[in-house]
């Protein structure tokens, strides 16, 4: 398999990179997994689990089969363990604010006190980020852990050349009988679109996570799968600094986009319009009907920036070079922006080094896209408050607000009203303007059997498997 970029790092918790994602399934595993299609959640760690008639207390059963890949049984004490690692995630811990507390009366039986009913924390705890690791580590250090973790997923680390390759073999010890199919499996980060593609028409590629949107005509349509996308692309701006903290500019930059021309050239048709900010497969995501995303009028942008501070000094534009739709996007973005007088200069960095620059606000203009984990806006919301809205250093106060008051939610509409809420503040603000949801495309080669396009981005491997 192919990965465009490496992964930034092996704590889930920490974890940035898209990519990180595809990999974590096949050496972590969570109490529960999702169905393909995204819409389901089924047994995975734990075997079963139950909520409370008051919808405050959520017991799990731990399958007895479930063991991490040392031999080692997975136990109660693991799982406490563990939710304490997510709960104080710097990025993610969020997500898991529900829980108050969490009692062992068993080996095998683990209770999750809420200090209120939140359906949407089963869904939360199928992915990643809710990954079961060993009680204190297995015994090792914090860091010796992370450098080579012990997961409970269907393979586990043969080695690891550091922003090159990950070699995974087969879990011998995996809860599910008689998986993975496959005796390992090998990811290359190929950050260039042209050379996946000749790899994957060589054969020395199965699968590519990611295809480039640039090259997606020229790979054969009978291998190519896509799934409804769970990301979106977005411009995020520095706020707090330079010439993009005043938001006449800011605004003017959003309302010179063509988001039309936009996505039929910078994403090769590949893509549709944003009509949220948030990734809008999520369920409960809707179109606010007061925002103005996707929205153009140069006329009112070329007023707008003159009305500005802006004096028509080069804005430096960051996107990833190693894979994703950013360096197309952004040429095409370029020549929008200085129509209105906006003077952009395209700066391609491999995605380690933008994440760091977006991380420590050392940039005035990036391009990413971000992806949902799991089918509840608790996943974009949590990310959007623990990065300042996606790193444009913005106050996380409305992303925590909706985020809270989804958590609490007792049914669709309560969620629905919390996001619209929370995307009405963000389009006031024009910090962060959604693009254009990038379609999902992978390609899997003919040989490959078991394969099904994962709308999340994160699939698990442990059923794919080779023709004889």
Known sequence: MSLSSAIDTWNPQKALATQSYRVFP???????????????????????????????????????????????????????????????????????????????????????????????????????????FPDKYGGESETAYWKKPVGAGPFMIRGETVGQSIALSRNPHYYRPGLPYLDGVDYKVVADGGQQLLQFQSGSLDIVNGVDLEAAGQYPKDRIVDAPSSGVSVLTMNTKSGPLSDVRLRKAIALAIDYRKLVAGGYVGEASLATS???????GVTKCGTCTWS???????????????????????????????????????????????????????????????????????????????????????????????????????????????VHAASGTSAVSTAVQGFEATANASYAVVPLAVPDAIDAVAGRVQGFVAAPYQAYCADELNIKS
Do not use: C, H
Request: no cysteine; glycine share 8%; aromatic share 6%.
């Open 26 to 132: 096949q050496v972590y595993a969570s109490l529960l997994r999702s169905t393909p299609d995204g819409k389901a959640l089924k047994p995975a760690l734990a075997s079963s689990y139950k909520a409370d008639t008051a919808a405050k207390t959520l017991t799990f059963i731990l399958n007895p089969a479930a063991k991490f890949s040392n031999g080692k049984p997975v136990t109660s004490a693991d799982v406490k363990f563990s939710e304490g690692l997510w709960s104080k995630g710097e990025l993610y811990g969020s997500y898991f604010s529900s829980i108050r507390s969490v009692d062992t009366p068993s080996p095998r039986t683990v209770v999750f006190k809420l200090s209120q009913p939140d359906a949407t924390l089963p869904a939360v705890l199928s992915t990643a980020n809710a990954s079961i």
């Open 295 to 405: 929205t153009t009028d140069l006329a009112t942008a070329k007023r707008l920036v003159g009305e500005s501070d802006y004096s028509g000094q080069k804005i430096e534009l960051i996107v990833p070079s190693d894979g994703g739709p950013g360096k197309l996007a952004a040429q095409a973005l370029a020549p929008m922006l200085a129509q209105a007088g906006v003077n952009v200069t395209v700066d391609p960095l491999p995605t380690s080094s933008l994440i760091d620059k977006l991380s420590k606000g050392a940039f005035q203009l990036g391009m990413v896209t971000y992806s949902a984990l799991a089918p509840t806006p608790i996943d974009p919301l949590g990310f959007l408050g623990a990065t300042g809205v996606v790193f444009s250093q913005s106050d996380p106060a409305a992303a925590n607000k909706a985020l809270a008051a």
């Open 277 to 283: 900010l948030l990734p809008q497969e999520v369920p």
